[in-house]
């Protein structure tokens, strides 16, 4: 996607003060256009997140025939029904978005229709099974690179029927496309996961008056009843609040008002995390926005201490643990993350990628795991060069590495960024005190 690389030099600052609006939930806005089109009558989305990937989800829709107007400021859906969306005309470019050729997979299953999605050089490098599998369980038809296992993906939907899948992973991608596949099978469709990952898709198919149902870490949908178009409102993406949190934490004399950010709780293991490593980090007018909760964060530059990391709150914080490490890498003793295999196969591999940088901008000792890493904190980072490896993550956890630096972080290439963040170095440059 990203032809060009774009460098980019982050200096060390002085400190941080001031306050941030962050951009709107990625999963939640991918989701919002998802059942927007589905549902009868219009849905309206405000603080729609302007990433790459979302865009990748909305023009999926037009090209099905979805009208979708964008304002800037609000994304106006003209739903066509559950059985209205029509066969595209061309392959479905899904760019970087794990989410969206996932969940795109199992709804496409139930289709009258062919299509093929495909995406990015690191796309379609991951795995595909965990939902090509359970689908073709329920009757899908999708032929795909290694028996569908890898991107692109040719789906002929056609009749489904509902199974009960007992996913192996905690993903919300997996049970996200399973549920909307559930949409068109017959009978019902029952997904349950070792540990609960994010539920968004569960509030929001309720939101939309679809049949589902959840008991702990089960879920269950069932076709037939119509949706309905509804007013959204996108509460702020904690994962991307989660690097200025870091960067309260660790920058000398930091203090950041993050507002408007999404604290539903199986998404809020970051400050778990940060909290028990010894972060100030304090909820402020907690409120409820569109079914999600959401509140301001106050955090002040704290000492960190190391803590073992693993479990429950994995699935809970896996999208942060790039900027976690960081976080790590300059607290007292050691940190240890396990269970956090998954981390391989993100964007890139999760787990090399940050062990390498922070080895290259002066960190203590780092032993990679096949499920995790340990960290021993040092008193300050030394800055160098760095590599995103085209995970936005990545970028984004350096930059603010870089904050807390001697003498500066240089990334490679932060084109990646404007996949889940347009406006970061914006956004960091004006808390920012040289
Ligand atoms: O469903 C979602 O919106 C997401 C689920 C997670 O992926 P997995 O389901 O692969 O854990 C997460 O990493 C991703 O950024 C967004
Ligand atoms: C893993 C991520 O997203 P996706 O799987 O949608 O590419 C992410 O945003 O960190």
Known sequence: MHEHATPHTVPPVKTLQGTVAIPGDKSISHRSIML?????????????????????????????????????????????????????????????SGTTIRLMTGLLSGQSFFSVLTGDQYLRKRPMKRVTEPLRRMGATIAGRGNGTLAPLAVSGGRLSGITFQ????????????????????GATTISEP???????????????????????????????????????????ISSAAFFLVAGLIVPGAELLIRNVGINPTRTGVLDILQQMGGDIVLQDQREVSGEPVADLLVRHSRLKGIEIGGDVVPRAIDEFPAISVAAALAEGTTVIKDAHELRVKETDRIAAMAQNLRAIGSGTIEESEDGMSITGVETLRGGSVASFGDHRIAMSLAIAACASRNGVTIDDVSCVSTSFPGFFELLAGVSRV
């Open 167 to 186: 996913s192996p992973i905690a993903s919300a991608q997996v049970k996200s496309a399973l549920m909307l596949a559930g949409l068109y099978a017959d």
């Open 36 to 96: 927007g089109s589905l549902a009868t009558g219009i849905t309206r989305i405000t603080n729609f997140l302007r990433g790459e990937d979302n865009f990748a989800t909305m023009n999926a829709f037009r090209n099905m025939g979805v009208m979708i107007e964008d304002s800037g400021s609000v994304v106006t859906v003209h739903g066509v029904g559950v059985h209205g969306l029509q066969e595209p005309g061309d392959v479905l470019d899904c760019g970087n």
């Open 195 to 237: 540990t609960l990952s994010r539920d968004h898709s569960e509030r929001m198919f309720r939101f939309f008056g679809a049949d589902v149902e959840t008991a702990d870490t089960t879920v269950t949908v069932r076709a037939g009843r119509e949706l309905h178009g509804q007013e959204i409102v996108v509460p702020g993406d």
